[in-house]
């Protein structure tokens, strides 16, 4: 099996890291200067590794291996989110690269091919999981002309990439019968793997996720002279049905379902003034479709509720809902098999709590994907981390199980 080289991974994760420093962290938004750069720097490693790269028209780097035969193919995301972490995304396309130099270094695996992709825009700073849902035919062109910077409405996705040179090239569409399968590598985001002193993990499923955001219509008046029982608050109106969410929900929910209102605001947003406007938005994540339904019917039923009793009236004005996605199981032996080789009796099944590009894939490939432990737990911040050793062990139980499936094993 492929021997990979630690010190070149290290080396390699700790030099796009350059791209965009924040702190101990990285600000790499997708199609800003320091993300345009890096996946000219990394399509730059991929030629040298072999790979033919191309920087395609929604901005995903994908090179391809010039080998025939099956192939696999193995991604992730460069892109950051805001002040993150040097390894959320980035730790998978590297892995990805040592896989493709690993096995051509090995003359037993020379003649195995995998292509590596990172994918644009999984973070959603235009639209969510942008690159893997252009390659998997997911993305229109009405897509692309709607969206826009999460953090600056002004600005299009059509004009930054413009302005990154990439306005009039095509986008790469998968090519059936091309693979067996893509696989995904990615620290866990969580403390699980910590917590139970494993140091593999085996991914089972990645979530759906569920949201909704809702709105809440009542009177803005002057805070000092309108009584309260005549008031119309919609900030009280919100308040109150969140509280009911949290007391609905455990009920409802399975063992690692989670759900969160990370998201609420009052208008006008004056001490002196009653709100006569709110907005939250509600998430709710399982790997079973039947808990996510029962978790949108019980949403829908308190905000009819809600909405019947007043005297704010309550509405849920838009669903967005991205559903759970298994991965492979053949995928999933391989790895257990690899991770017991290299890591005995410290691995483990486990579901994936984030999404991932490879749920994407997964709706056009078998998919699969591997964990490392996140130190504390600590993910979407400048503070994430994870050991060397584990970086490294991590990798090689990743190349491992790649050149398992690919011959078949």
């Known amino acids: 099996m492929p021997r990979i080289n630690g010190e070149r991974l290290l080396a390699d994760l700790r030099r796009i890291a350059d791209f965009g420093r924040y702190e101990t962290g990285v600000h790499r938004p997708h199609l800003s200067p320091q993300d345009v750069a890096s996946r000219h720097w990394l399509a730059g490693r991929m030629r040298e590794a072999g790979l033919e790269p191309v920087i395609d028209g929604i901005g ?26 040097w390894l959320d995304g980035v730790m998978g396309v590297i892995y990805g690269l040592e896989v493709a130099r690993a096995l051509a270094e090995d003359p037993a695996t020379k003649d195995l091919a995998v292509d590596v992709a990172s994918w644009a825009d999984e973070e959603g700073h235009w639209s969510s999981m942008t690159g893997s849902r252009s390659f998997t035919g997911r993305l229109s062109e009405a897509d692309i002309d709607a969206a826009r910077f999460r953090e600056d409405a002004s600005k299009t996705l059509r004009d930054a990439l413009a302005a990154a040179g990439l306005a009039d090239t095509p986008r790469v569409q998968l090519e059936d019968g091309r693979y067996r399968g893509y696989l995904e590598a990615h ?131 838009s669903w967005s809902r991205t559903m759970p996605a298994p991965m492979d199981e053949r995928m999933q032996d391989a790895f257990d098999a690899a991770a017991e080789t290299y890591a ?32 504390g737990g600590i993910s979407h911040h400048f503070s994430e981390n994870t050991a060397d050793e584990d970086i490294v062990l991590g990798c090689q139980v990743f190349a491992d199980a790649a050149a398992r499936i690919l011959k078949g094993n």
């Not at 579901?351 to 997964?362: E, N, R």
């Open 344 to 375: 005995p009796g410290v691995h483990m099944r486990m579901p994936s709590g984030a999404g991932h590009d490879a749920q994407v894939l997964a709706q056009r490939l078998p998919a699969a994907m591997m964990f490392v432990p996140s130190i």
């Open 187 to 317: 620290i866990e985001q969580g403390g699980l793997l910590e917590a139970t002193g494993k140091r593999i993990g085996v991914v089972t499923g990645i979530v759906g996720i569920f949201a909704c955001r809702i709105v809440f219509k009542g009177i803005q008046n002057h805070a000092g002279t309108t009584p309260m029982p005549i008031r119309k608050d919609a900030g009280v109106a919100m308040v109150r049905l969140a509280n009911a969410i949290h007391d609905t929900f455990p009920s409802l929910v399975a063992e690692r379902s989670v759900w969160t209102i990370g998201f609420m605001t009052v208008e006008p947003g004056a001490p002196a003034i009653i709100p006569g406007r709110a907005e939250m938005v509600l998430q709710f994540r399982d790997t079973d479709p039947a808990v996510l339904q029962r978790l949108e019917a019980a949403a829908t039923e308190l905000v009819a509720k809600a909405n019947a009793q007043g005297p704010c009236s309550a509405e849920i004005v």
């Open 60 to 85: 995903n780097v994908i090179g391809r291996s010039p080998k025939s035969g099956p192939r696999l193919l193995i991604g992730s995301h460069t892109d950051t989110q805001p002040r993150g972490g």
